[in-house]
Each structure stands twice: as structure tokens, then as C-alpha cells.
């Protein structure tokens, strides 16, 4: 049987398997009639020494574990996230982010490393990465074979300097800002997204009804509160996207079972709201606010 790394993860030597080899090399070197029964003196160094050796194997155990993103924990863990060039965002629990480090349930691996490293750049408050594999500009005008993040908040060096860092040269970078940067004496454009924030009102009419249970249902503040904190934050639409019936429907409809959205109409500020779907550009990214939005309940 195979002992120490293997292909599964790591398989522990235990004592009583430490003393059967000790045993069995005593007899292939002494012969089958050597005396190592628990109370002779052989058989007495015998387990002395598997006692040391099962300490050395829990010590190697012990080291495995603390370099396994799975197993490791704290301390142990940041430093198994160093090795992937990846540092824990604030507030970020041993689950979430030993799923940034093993990329579980990511598709994109070098995507989500990119993201999670620029994620945890000072002032940094959003992220978005894209990427072309095709050969031909994409719908967004992303060229050929090229990267993209659009990132707010954060120093644009400190951005470049980690795109820099992921993305291996001859992948083109694409963006509105250009940085320049230096490494060990080469130079290298790299390209951003610093998208225009565009602020938008929204204007819903709602149906509203009980729950099942006979509650009533949230109140028109309740809803426009709702409606803007699902807009705001991580789980803001990406830049470019626009500000469609659809967007605001789910963003009402998935967190307030009990209200119906009937008609959504928007504009950019300072317009007033009007059909949508309001045309947000690549470059720009919608910023909602709730004393921007109005809800009016049927």
C-alpha cells in the first residue's frame, strides 16, 4: 500500500503499520528466530522507534493539510492564497475564498483570478472582466484575442500594475484608459475600463397583493429601497448594460413575490422618465439611487 502524497490527497502511515515493517525488517536482517516480543529489549526499541516514526508521519500530515486550500484554515490559508498570487478581501470567510483559490464553480480560471486580485485593491468597489477568444471584434468592440476589466474605484497604476500580472504578453488589453507601466525595465501599455457613471430614474408601477400567509405587502419606500439596493453594490448591472423592463421586473419580482411590476419607464438625469429600454454604452455604467426611483402602487 501506498503511503504519503498520492494522487487522492494523502494517506497516513499509523503505528501499528510502522512496527508490522519495523518487525518484518528485524526478521529479513536477524532471521525468523530473532526475540522481539512487546516485553524483550528488542521489541522495546521496536516500538520506541515506531512511536518517533508515527510522530514524524502526523508531522507530514499536519504540513500537507496546511498547504491544502481544502483542509487549510486562517493564517494557513492566506499564505496557500499567496502561492496563486490572490489576497483575501475584507470580511471574506475560509469558504468563500478557498473557493477563489480552488475556483470552484468558476468557469473561467484565469477570469476569476484576475477579478478576485483586482477585487482586493485598495478603494476598489466593482469588477468586471471580459474576454474575446474569438478572432474578430466582439459585439461590445472588444478586439481579437483580448482582455478587458472595467473597474470603479481603486488607482489606475495599482489596476494596470495587477492586470499586468495576469494577463501574459501578446493577449491584447481593451479599455478607454491607458496606463503605462514598467517591470524590470520593460515597458507595456495596458488598457482599462474606467466606465461613466451615468445616473438613471426609474419610475415602476406595481400591483401589489397579500402573501399566501395574508401579509400585506411591502410599501412603496420598502420596494424603491429594494429595487436600489439590488442596482447598487456587487450586484449592480455590468457596465453597458441597459436599463430594460426585464432588469427591473426580476430585480422587483425575485424579492417581492407578492408584487407584480405592470410598467417600468426610466431616463437618464435629468430627463423624465420615459419607455425604456435606456441606452446605457459600453463605456458608461447606470448608477440608481432610491430617492431616484418612484414606485407607484395599484
Request: aromatic share 6%; hydrophobic share 45%; with cysteine.
Amino acid at each position: 500500500m501506498a503511503y504519503g502524497v498520492i494522487p487522492s490527497g494523502f494517506e497516513l502511515k499509523r503505528l501499528p503499520e510502522i512496527l508490522a515493517d519495523i518487525e518484518a525488517a528485524n526478521i529479513a536482517t536477524f532471521g525468523p528466530g530473532v526475540v522481539q516480543t512487546p516485553a524483550s529489549p528488542l521489541g522495546q526499541l521496536n516500538g520506541l522507534h515506531a512511536d518517533l516514526a508515527a510522530s514524524v508521519w502526523e508531522l507530514a500530515l499536519s504540513v500537507y493539510q496546511a498547504l491544502d486550500p481544502d483542509q487549510s484554515e486562517g493564517n494557513n490559508l492566506d499564505r496557500v492564497g499567496k502561492l496563486r498570487l490572490l489576497s483575501r478581501a475584507p470580511g471574506e470567510s475560509d469558504i468563500d475564498f478557498r473557493q477563489a483559490i480552488t475556483n470552484a464553480g468558476r468557469a473561467r480560471i484565469d477570469m476569476s483570478d484576475l477579478s478576485q486580485a483586482l477585487s482586493a485593491l485598495a478603494g476598489v468597489t466593482w469588477v468586471q472582466t471580459y474576454v474575446n477568444d474569438g478572432d474578430t471584434a466582439d459585439a461590445d468592440g472588444i478586439a481579437a484575442h483580448s482582455v478587458a476589466v472595467a473597474v470603479l474605484g481603486g488607482d489606475d497604476d495599482d489596476i494596470a500594475q495587477t492586470v499586468r500580472a495576469y494577463v501574459v504578453p501578446g493577449i491584447g488589453t481593451y479599455g478607454n484608459t491607458t496606463v503605462e507601466t514598467t517591470i524590470e525595465g520593460f515597458c507595456r501599455s495596458i488598457r482599462i475600463i474606467r466606465p461613466a457613471e451615468v445616473p438613471v430614474s426609474i419610475a415602476v408601477d406595481v400591483i401589489a397583493r397579500p402573501d399566501r400567509n395574508g401579509c400585506p405587502p411591502p410599501s412603496a419606500l420598502a420596494i424603491a429601497a429594494g429595487l436600489a439596493d439590488a442596482l447598487t453594490g456587487t450586484t449592480r448591472p455590468r457596465n453597458g448594460q441597459d436599463v430594460t423592463e426585464y432588469l427591473i421586473r426580476q430585480a422587483i419580482e425575485s424579492r417581492y413575490p407578492n408584487i407584480e411590476v405592470d410598467e417600468v419607464r426610466a431616463s437618464i438625469v435629468p430627463a423624465t422618465p420615459g419607455a425604456v429600454p435606456v441606452d446605457i454604452a459600453f463605456f458608461q455604467i447606470m448608477v440608481v439611487s432610491a430617492d431616484r426611483i418612484s414606485i407607484t402602487v395599484a
